[in-house]
């Protein structure tokens, strides 16, 4: 009998868990008939069939990238490797994870993936959902977010995050706002009308007198430092403090601190006290068995305090989950532990950082490339047109 694998998700840790669960064969096409012909599982993935590649998006403000250049198709993807799509939202998860409760139909399994990605604490300031845009909604709201700035002459722009540490990492996207003020800095710069504008960046989880790398690149393009500051709330045409006074915004960026799905609190699945989806680090739902889960929405085993949210960090853990679920499928116990590491190119348009730490101080790509260069940007966009191609014709 054929075990029945379910896999929640279409996004980045789903693609690497499938990558690394079914890994590509020499010759893809000759795969394609045999997976028809013979195969040890029957696998499943519930989402809506779009992947969206969100480091691109940031990349929307220069206007070199589009919704179409970052989402994908990925029904194509799954078919070639006999995977069936179930087009539905997951609602819950009963019976310790064999039983999938969707919107439309309920669905039984052996084993289970969940990359469910990441939810935001949206309520955590009020108004962030009505008066604040943020490139972590996705490419629709970016495009909304662009218009808007090009639609401005002048004014003040704050950008910021905020950071869920409750699980002792940072689930938030400072990187990723890092980027996007950059490249607004950039993009007004081109235009030649930055001197109408007021660039501001806040967190609360940053600390006045911070300094780095990043620091030193929001200075040297005169963007104003509101480290420490969170807004009490975010209101039409601005943002209101603490003491109640008003700050003017013609636009505002801004990315919640991350949590799990707001399903996992009534489901039978086990909860960390940042809201993701507790996790061991094997990667498999605590209490639970043959529950696995990878990427934004779920917590790690004693992390260290810098590591975030990623992509990146999403393939370790889903290629770690992946070699643990084969184990326990196959009556043994799973033993493979992923690395820790944090690795991202920024790009800030005419010149870029890798940002990198490794728990075992593993450099990237065998340190052959430097570490501050606007070249970065080129191997950013090539290592992107590699996995986008991987995802549409391998
Ligand atoms: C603007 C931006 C720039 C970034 N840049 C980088 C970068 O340069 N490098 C890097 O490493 N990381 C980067 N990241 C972070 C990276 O995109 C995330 O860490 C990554 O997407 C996490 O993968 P995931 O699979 O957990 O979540 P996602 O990729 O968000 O996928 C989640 C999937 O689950 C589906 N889903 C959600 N809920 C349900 C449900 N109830 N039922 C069924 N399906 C559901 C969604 O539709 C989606 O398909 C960036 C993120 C943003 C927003």
């Known amino acids: 009998m054929k075990k029945r694998i379910i896999i929640v998700g279409n996004g980045f840790a789903s693609l690497f868990f499938i990558q ?11 795969a394609f008939f045999f997976r028809r012909i013979y195969s040890r599982y029957q696998i499943s993935v519930i989402g809506n069939g779009k ?85 972590c909604a996705g490419p629709n709201q970016m495009e909304s977010l662009v218009d808007k700035l090009h639609k401005l002459d002048g004014g003040t722009i704050y ?15 400072g990187g990723q706002m890092y980027e996007c003020a950059c490249l607004i800095d950039y993009y007004l710069r081109n235009k030649r009308v930055r001197d109408r504008f007021e660039i501001h960046f806040f967190s609360p989880n940053l600390t006045p007198g911070d300094k780095g790398a990043i620091t030193d690149s929001l200075q040297k393009r005169d963007i104003v430092l509101d480290y420490g500051y969170e807004p009490a709330e975010f209101v039409d045409g601005g943002m209101i403090d603490d ?5 003017k915004a013609h636009l505002i960026l801004y990315s919640p601190g991350i949590t799990g799905p707001s399903f996992a609190r009534q489901s039978c699945l086990p909860v960390s006290a940042g809201g993701h989806i507790d996790v061991d680090n094997h990667g498999q739902a605590r209490g639970l068995s ?54 991202c190119i920024l790009n800030m348009g005419n010149d870029a950082l890798w940002l990198h730490r490794a728990d075992d101080d593993k450099p990237p790509f065998w340190n052959i490339f430097p570490r501050r260069s606007v070249k970065l940007i080129r191997l950013k966009n090539l290592l992107e047109s590699a996995y986008l191609f991987y995802l549409r014709y391998l």
């Open 20 to 30: 690394y669960f079914l890994p590509l064969p020499i010759f893809p096409f000759f």
């Open 51 to 135: 992947f969206v590649y969100f480091p691109a998006i940031p990349d929307f403000i220069i206007g070199t990238k589009d919704t179409n250049h970052v989402t994908i198709d990925i029904r194509p993807f799954l078919r070639r490797r006999n995977i069936e799509l179930i087009d539905g939202i997951v609602t819950d998860i009963q019976d310790g994870g064999r039983t999938v409760i969707t919107n439309n139909g309920t669905y039984e399994n052996d084993a289970l993936f969940l990359g469910v990605g990441p939810s935001f604490l949206k309520d955590d300031i009020p108004g962030t959902e009505k008066h604040t845009f943020s490139p």
């Open 159 to 173: 950008l910021g995050f905020k950071a869920n540490k409750k699980d002792g990492f940072v689930g938030g996207r």
């Open 243 to 247: 003491d109640g006074s008003f700050r």
């Open 290 to 343: 043959n529950v696995f889960a990878a990427g934004d929405c779920a917590s790690h085993e004693d992390p260290p305090r810098w590591i975030p949210h990623q992509a990146h960090m999403a393939q370790l853990r889903s290629r770690s989950a992946a070699k643990n679920m084969k184990a326990t499928l196959s009556g043994e116990s799973p033993n493979d532990i992923y690395r820790y590491e944090l690795s």
